[in-house]
């Protein structure tokens, strides 16, 4: 009788102590968390800003652990909603949610957020082409089969195809959802402030201390620090901090060339980013950058951040009414990317980038400018647009100089 070859049996056959040298090597894995995925470049965590343009922008995510600057527009129209999109990310995908403001109370910011958009849209959406299409039910098999067969074009964005979800700002989040939400609320007006807690202490301000110790309270007792063990499957913190910076907490940063308090922020920025390398948390703060004055302050802001995005709306400024940009809200500006687990960062092509919002998509992308200016066109039209190559060499790195016809 021939001997069985090694490694022909299988487990369940092999008597027991029977050692064989075909072993499968088993690695360590990652328990999967809600709404995360790891990073190709680097096998960091990620989540989702709620927005996928930026997150391919910024490398695919947010890193778990980082600190996310959005330097508010004018009149924080976008900035604002970036937060929303951020914290609706946030309750859609199961994460715990906590929210600081000074100006709004949690609770209306909660209620605002944009409501989800389900799969069931795209599949009405593709019966109704195919209900529609022209000759016999033959035709329509023949028309359905090559759109089966040609590359899917997403003209309403799926939710579950991608890493995020996708937003109607139209449309509010149910209650439904919110209330099934775990969240912590921080609303400046209605802290007490503690005793002992002056900003005479020359460390920060009374209103820094008070959110740092909430913000590191919902990091503690949630378990996101790895102190006590979360119950259950893991999950994660979503920090969302409203106009950090302004006059309504208590800071003179914005009203002041020299402000009593100049380092309280960025000693604030210093513990907060500490307390986020340590847990399973991830923070995105609004601040009003156009009202600091202080260029050093700023420079020592982005410095103690992972990630800095500022964004330059059109409203109110000339280039509202510039054709050259009428296909566009604002201007899009990445002053940093994070270096996370490499010596070098991610180096992304970050020129030149744009905003603009429909009903149901924020996207960031590259600027495109009309390529000619045709010979139909007024004189007086050429002329205002070359004149107006002069915002786009300082906000659009464009070369174009003087006020003859642009050539592209």
Same mark, same amino acid.
């Given at each position: 009788m021939a001997a069985p070859c090694a490694g022909g049996m299988s487990g369940g056959n092999m008597p027991a102590g029977t050692e064989t040298s075909f072993r499968r090597k088993v690695r360590g894995k990652i328990s999967a968390i809600r709404g995360t995925r790891p990073s190709v470049q680097n096998g960091q965590l990620?989540? %989702? *800003?709620?927005?996928?343009? &930026?997150d391919h922008l910024l490398g695919g995510g947010l890193a778990v652990?980082?600190? &996310?600057i959005i330097e508010e527009d004018t009149y924080s129209t976008y900035s604002n &909603?970036? &937060?929303?999109?951020?914290?609706a990310e946030g309750v859609v995908?199961?994460?715990?949610?906590?929210?600081?403001?000074?100006?709004?109370? $949690?609770?209306?910011?909660l209620k605002d957020l944009p409501a989800p958009l389900t799969d069931d849209l795209p599949k009405q959406d593709l019966r109704k082409v195919e209900a529609e299409? $022209?000759?016999?039910?033959?035709?329509?098999?023949?028309?359905a089969w090559r759109y089966q067969n040609l590359p899917k074009v997403e003209s309403i964005p799926l939710s579950s195809?991608?890493?995020?979800?996708?937003?109607?700002?139209?449309?509010?989040? *149910? $209650?439904?959802?919110?209330q099934s939400a775990k969240t912590h609320n921080f609303y400046l007006p209605q802290i007490i402030p503690m005793e002992g807690m002056h900003s005479s202490s020359g460390k920060m301000t009374c209103d820094y201390s008070q959110l740092l110790q909430a913000i590191r309270l919902a990091v503690h007792q949630g378990g996101f620090d790895g102190s006590t063990p979360q119950k259950g499957e893991k999950n994660i913190l979503r920090i969302g901090i409203h106009s950090l910076g302004s006059v309504l907490w208590g800071d003179d940063i914005c009203s002041d060339e020299r402000p009593h308090n100049v380092h309280s922020l960025t000693r604030f920025l210093y513990a907060l980013r500490g307390l986020l390398r340590s847990s399973l948390s991830v923070c995105l703060i609004t601040l009003p950058a156009h009202l600091i004055q202080n260029k050093a302050i700023m420079v020592r802001v982005r410095n103690l %951040?992972?990630?800095v995005v500022g964004l330059e709306s059109f409203i109110g400024s000339?280039?509202?009414s510039n054709p050259l940009y009428r296909d566009y809200h604002g201007l899009l500006h990445v002053h940093k990317i994070p270096r996370l687990n490499s010596l070098i960062c991610d180096e992304t092509d970050t020129k030149d980038l744009a905003f603009k919002l429909k009903r149901k998509l924020f996207s960031v992308e590259r600027l495109h400018l009309p390529p000619d200016l045709s010979d139909t066109v007024s004189r007086s039209s050429k002329q205002d647009l070359a004149g107006s190559a002069k915002l786009l060499s300082s906000g659009c790195g464009a070369a174009a100089v003087g006020k003859k016809h642009l050539d592209f």
């Open positions: 990620l989540v %989702s *800003s709620g927005v996928s343009s &930026l652990g980082t600190l &996310l &909603l970036l &937060l929303k999109y951020f914290l995908s199961g994460h715990e949610v906590f929210i600081a403001s000074a100006s709004d109370n $949690p609770q209306t910011l299409a $022209p000759g016999a039910e033959g035709d329509s098999m023949k028309i195809s991608r890493f995020g979800h996708y937003y109607d700002i139209s449309k509010t989040m *149910s $209650p439904d959802m919110l %951040s992972d990630t000339e280039r509202e």
